[in-house]
């Protein structure tokens, strides 16, 4: 996988989206995430254009904690390493498509595009402190029972 697939701590500022988060599922990924303390899987980046291609949600729940970096899988999103599909039915959606939404904005609904690996990359384990996560971005004000952020 040299070459084709590279670790990277990339600039959460960086990242963007094709596809919506399901805001309930963003909270509960955020309050998992503060509870143990670690990021476990990297999410999957297109190399030049840092489109998001598996993880929307879990850097939703970065951004909603304050990250700074998000840990990535940073791949040539036009070779054969990346294929695409769709989770429900519908037409083809190519990996121009992809790009082009995350570019304009349009973006499609939660859990469109299926992006799958020939070779899966391995878990990363990284500390939320490594991410620019501190006690001090956590959410704010919360006691027992309040709404984890959107």
Do not use: C
Not at 3 to 27: M, Y
Not at 44 to 54: D, E
Request: charged letters at 25%; hydrophobic letters at 40%.
């Amino acid at each position: 996988m040299s070459g084709e697939l590279e670790f990277e701590l990339v600039p959460i500022a960086r990242l963007r989206s094709h596809e919506e988060v399901d805001p309930a599922k963003v909270r509960k990924l955020a309050a998992e995430l503060l509870a143990s303390g670690v990021f476990d899987e990297p999410i999957w980046v297109a190399r030049g254009s840092y489109v998001i291609l598996n993880g929307h949600h879990r850097v939703a729940a970065l951004r909603a904690l304050g990250a700074e970096r998000v840990p990535a899988w940073v791949v040539d999103y036009d070779g054969p390493t990346v294929g695409l599909d769709r989770w429900t039915p519908g037409p083809p959606i190519t990996k121009a498509e992809v790009v082009r939404r995350a570019g304009t904005g349009d973006l499609f609904p939660p859990r469109t595009t299926r992006h799958t690996w020939k070779v899966a990359p391995e878990r990363r384990p990284t500390p939320l402190a490594e991410l620019g996560v501190r006690p001090a971005n956590a959410p704010q004000g919360r006691r027992s029972g309040a709404r984890a952020p959107e």
